[in-house]
Nanobody, 128 residues
Framework: QVQLVESGGGLVQAGDSLRLSCAAS????????MAWFRQAPGQEREFVAA????????YYADSVKGRFTISRDNAKNTMYLQMDSLNSEDTALYYC?????????????????????WGQGTQVTVSS
């Protein structure tokens, strides 16, 4: 069982920055594929970014490329999402997900079904 706890959300103005954190349990965190998804009211949960265990491979949704940066610190069992140049369309509940199963095709990083565990989410609200 893996527990994930997100933090760092809040209310900010357009153009501001925020850094989200996702703390994970488990001694094998370094092997997990980790991801951020978000869900706005009335919409489906959508992919934001993913990172492989080595941090050498990262993946982003087109809507956040160039503005968001995903990273991880395996020594701290923590993943981060640095969000810059926020706009109102970034308003959502942000979730972190963990994949503990081995092997994943690059085409699957953006699929909710690829991840085995989820946190409770942290709210990000951007006022314009």
């Amino acid at each position: 069982q893996v527990q994930l706890v997100e933090s760092g959300g809040g209310l900010v103005q357009a153009g501001d920055s925020l850094r989200l954190s996702c703390a994970a349990s488990g001694r094998t965190f370094r092997w997990y594929v980790m991801a951020w998804f978000r869900q706005a009211p009335g919409q489906e949960r959508e992919f934001v970014a993913a990172i492989r265990s080595s941090s050498l491979n990262t993946y982003y949704a087109d809507s956040v490329k160039g503005r968001f940066t995903i990273s991880r610190d395996n020594a701290k069992n923590t993943m981060y999402l640095q969000m810059d140049s926020l706009n109102s369309e970034d308003t959502a509940l942000y979730y972190c997900g963990a994949r503990v199963r081995a092997g994943i095709a690059s085409s699957n990083y953006g699929r909710r079904e690829a991840y085995d565990y989820w946190g409770q989410g942290t709210q990000v609200t951007v006022s314009s």
